[in-house]
């Protein structure tokens, strides 16, 4: 049970890590609507392939039909608004600090619910561990000077992303009460192909672009973004939703080191220190790591 809980949960970091490589390639040779459509209609098609497998053509389409607007709805906010802006981002920034922007996912949730969630309390260690987390990311907001102001916009546009992705946890919570993970996983992925269409076609490359970007959009599609849902919904189910967030913090040092091993990125000091700061600030916010006059730290649940 150990070494299946540890496998899933290092396989899906290193697919969802990789991603941010994948993008940095990708657009090189396709805008970043483009890059985005192609992924998003490749994953799509890799889930119904995979619900149609597992369940048969007509029960998959029932329950495509059965889940409602608001599932194909959420693709916007999860997938083409946020996959499109990291794409944006990552033509001015590394794809290091582009997750580590990103890996503000949480500190966002936390933000939103206590916001909008009757019953949510905005508590002293709560509050000061979002503070601490938008610390973190005003840090790598601010970590290459030398980029300029398109690379200011380009980290902004990942915690943006963030912020969506954030959002979207929230919506994807209410909505998978009533419809299956990889029934979401393929609806959001539809809606968000739909919603992209028209710009990526817009987009679309005059020439022919290079293996390496076509491969890695591939890549993205079938590994980060259809594989990885595939796994992540196996880990939810396998080993409930404390266990399964444990992959918010791999994300980040995983996509820094492919950056560095394969795109010779740099590693920037004041990067990995907002990264710091974003992760204890998730560990502080999300209740993980509680503060206080007994300053006693919540472990995460044993993995049998």
Known sequence: MRRSYVSLLLAIAMLWGASYMFIKVGVRDFAPTTLMLIRVVLAASALFAYLAWQNGVRATVASMRAAGRGAYALGIVNA????????????HIDSGIAAIANSAVPIFVV??????????????????GVLLGLAGVGLVVGVDPEGGWLAVLGALA???????????TLWGQRLVAG???PVLALTATLGASVVLLPFGAAQAPGDLPGWKPVASVVALALGGTALAQILFYRLLR?????????????????????????????????????????LAGIAIGSG????????RT???PAVD
């Open 158 to 168: 990942c915690v943006l992303a963030a912020a969506c992705y954030g959002a979207a």
């Open 111 to 128: 933000f939103f619910a206590l916001l909008l969630v009757p019953g949510e309390r905005v508590s002293g260690g709560r509050l000061f």
């Open 80 to 91: 083409a608004l946020p996959f499109t802006l990291i794409a944006w981002g990552e033509q």
């Open 179 to 181: 419809v299956s993970g």
């Open 288 to 295: 993980a790591l509680r503060l206080g006059s007994a300053a």
């Open 238 to 278: 396998g080993f409930g939703s404390a266990r399964a967030s444990l992959v918010v913090y791999l994300l980040p040092p995983v996509a820094v080191v492919y950056g560095v091993l394969f795109l010779g990125e740099p590693l920037r000091p004041p990067a990995l220190a907002g990264l710091a700061l974003i």
């Open 298 to 300: 919540r472990s995460a």
